[in-house]
């Protein structure tokens, strides 16, 4: 439909699913009945955003002198409320586009994802449609009177109750821009009252960049300056919070925030939040990631990704600056010179936030590292991004504090050697760390070893070779310097005889064959049986993890099997006959428990039957079996 075509004023029937959303959207998700004029008013102002942006560019536009504003209107007799903006409008066949979003294709996976109580419903509840289609939670029915700010335009009136159908007829209205009339029903006149209107304004749209005139007096409501341009000591804690809940329709308060007025290297103002969740909540507008960029106070892009760094792209907020140029499209603006400055001073102000913030308020950063904390170790994996100022950032959960979060700093407080390294442990959980072998030596030494248990983390530490001077140095290693005492230190009358050594570190190598690249003994197992190291010229154990979640090919040599000769098992085996049949089932399984404490894929089946075979030796040497 476009404006040459006549419009007739028979209903146009919704798809079948429409009213089903409307059901949803009106007794399941808007809880507030409140929050449709929200939803209005943030229309409106997306209108006039819209408007500004093409008045840059654009002479040709209809009533060129009208200001940019947005009037409320109410009448208690007739129990109306209308809300009218002189933004970019809309014909007739855009009335039908904006407002029958809800019968688009994206309208069923919303329905489904409602329905399943899915929580990311966001992708279409903040579009004009969705929002829009709130009112009818307290209007009958409402009109929409829209003319285009096209010169050649022609006027527009859609009318819905509701219902299955709306309909398109041919409008009146003579100046630029929209207004929408709702009906209200006889339980919500409150909504006729300006108290109300005054109070839900301040409450939900205090800070929308335009003014919003309410009454026939035509009294200015919110306070329209930006907040962001203010100076920060003039800002209440509270207005912080009330303009984040108005910028993301978040009902939890964001973790922290950052107000920044800067005059050199470029002019900026900008207002930064680190949101309480990774995730959106189910009304959230954050349909994406990146900050709203205005030039001048006019919004040139709403999602900018270019003003911050990949690993700091769940900030959101708003960035201001008088230096960027208007005359530049939205694709260009991003490879000015003042974007790199405004990305370089942005990321420095937020990670020394992020600084302030671990210092001052440690529960708080606490949470912050819980939610955001492996977006930081992404800044780590990414080669060229300077690392300097996101290490002091890092915590951890190590061998000494598996409950506690340590900075690298309070790590090397521990060390008693300037030249100690920093041990560090690769494992897919924690409590598969805090079990591994490879730790056992750093106990019986008092050493602390950081636990890294995140799918970030091998890509991590591939780019962290050391910090202030001291290497960071994976515990598996196989030629680490660690002297730790061993089970046979402690009983000596329970050592292998070298004979008897010798002879099983061979019964290992022939049992497993080449699925180990050799057996040797160990000293510096205490408490397990053997452990699974890699040979010192194999790749990697980072390496090889990056390889696997990539899905890549990687030759590795096979692991040595180092055996703790004076643990009770290894000296058991050690006592068998070489011809006792269950010495190779008892290597097997003592091969595959290494495996998996080592996270390595093994066969379950394979390792059921062996265990069956296990249970059943033993059963009959205790006299439960035949």
Same mark, same amino acid.
């Given at each position: 439909m476009n404006d040459s075509t006549s419009i007739s004023s028979n209903p146009i029937a919704f798809k079948a699913e429409t009213r089903q959303l409307l059901e949803i959207l009106i007794h399941s998700l808007y809880t507030e009945r409140e929050v449709f004029l929200r939803e209005l008013i943030s229309n409106a102002s997306d209108a006039l955003t819209r408007l500004n942006f093409e008045m840059l560019t654009e002479r040709e536009i209809a009533n060129l002198d009208l200001e940019l504003g947005i009037w409320i209107t109410a009448d208690p007799e007739q129990k109306t409320l209308t809300i009218r903006d002189t933004g970019?409008?809309?014909?007739a066949e855009e009335l039908s586009e904006n407002l029958g979003t809800i019968a688009h294709s994206g309208a069923r996976a919303f329905l489904e994802a409602a329905r399943s109580g899915a929580a990311r419903v966001d992708d279409i509840i903040g579009q004009f449609g969705v929002g829009f289609y709130s009112a009818f939670m307290v209007a009958d029915w409402i009109q +929409?009177?829209?003319?285009? /700010?096209?010169?050649?335009?022609?006027?527009?009136?859609?009318?819905s109750t509701g219902s299955d159908t709306y309909t398109l007829s041919t409008g009146g209205k003579q100046e630029r821009g929209t207004e929408i009339t709702l009906r209200l029903k006889d339980e919500y006149v409150e909504f006729c009252q300006e108290s109300r209107l005054r109070q839900i304004i301040k409450r939900h749209s205090?800070? +929308?960049?335009?003014?919003? /005139?309410?009454g026939e007096a035509k009294e200015q409501a919110n306070q329209q300056t930006a907040l962001w341009r203010r100076q920060p000591r003039e800002v209440e804690s509270e207005q912080y919070q009330d303009y984040y809940r108005q910028?993301?329709?978040e009902f939890d308060p964001p973790l922290t925030w950052l107000h920044l007025?800067?005059?050199a290297p470029v002019q900026m103002y900008a207002l930064l939040y680190a949101p309480s969740s990774s995730e959106p909540g189910i009304l959230s507008t954050r349909?994406?990631?990146?900050?709203r960029l205005y030039a001048r106070k006019i919004l040139i892009q709403e999602y900018c990704k270019e003003l911050l760094p990949e690993y700091l792209r769940f900030m959101v907020g708003v960035v201001d600056s008088e230096d960027l140029p208007l005359n530049v499209s939205r694709e260009s603006v991003q490879s000015t010179r003042t974007m790199a400055q405004l990305k370089k001073l942005l990321t420095s102000k937020v990670l020394d936030h992020l600084a302030g913030l671990a210092k001052d308020n440690i529960d708080n950063y606490t949470k912050f590292w819980i939610e955001f904390g492996q977006f930081l170790k992404e800044g780590i994996a990414i080669p060229d991004e300077n690392h300097d100022p996101i290490l002091p950032l890092l915590r951890f959960h190590s061998m000494k504090h598996p409950q506690e979060w340590i900075s690298l700093d309070q790590y090397l407080e521990t060390l008693a050697d300037e030249k100690e390294p920093i041990y560090y442990l690769l494992a897919d959980h924690e409590t598969a760390a805090l079990r591994s072998p490879h730790l056992e030596a750093f106990r019986e030494r008092g050493l602390d070893v950081l636990l890294l248990t995140d799918p970030i983390d091998p890509f991590a530490v591939l780019n962290l070779p050391e910090y202030k001077s001291h290497k960071l140095v994976n515990a598996a290693d196989a030629d680490l310097p660690v002297e730790g005492k061993s089970s046979q230190a402690e009983h000596p009358e329970e050592q292998t005889?070298?004979?008897?050594t010798s002879v099983l570190v061979e019964r290992f190598k022939s049992v497993l064959g080449d699925r180990i690249s050799a057996a040797r003994l160990s000293n510096r197992l205490v408490e397990s049986p053997v452990r699974l190291v890699r040979p010192k010229d194999g790749p990697s154990e980072e390496l090889q993890r990056v390889y696997r979640m990539l899905q890549k090919d990687l030759h590795t040599p096979n692991p040595i099997l180092e055996v703790n000769a004076g643990h009770p098992i290894i000296q058991a085996l050690a006592a068998l006959p070489a011809e006792d049949p269950n010495l190779p089932v008892l290597i097997e399984q003592i091969f595959t428990n290494a495996q998996i404490l080592e996270g390595m894929p093994v066969d379950p089946s394979q390792m059921v039957d062996r265990i069956q075979k296990i249970i059943l030796q033993s059963l009959k040497q205790t006299g439960g079996g035949e």
């Open positions: 970019i409008g809309m014909n +929409v009177a829209s003319r285009s /700010y096209r010169l050649d335009a022609a006027p527009a009136v859609w009318f205090d800070f +929308v960049p335009f003014p919003i /005139y309410l910028l993301t329709m007025s800067v005059d349909k994406n990631s990146g900050l005889t070298p004979e008897n």
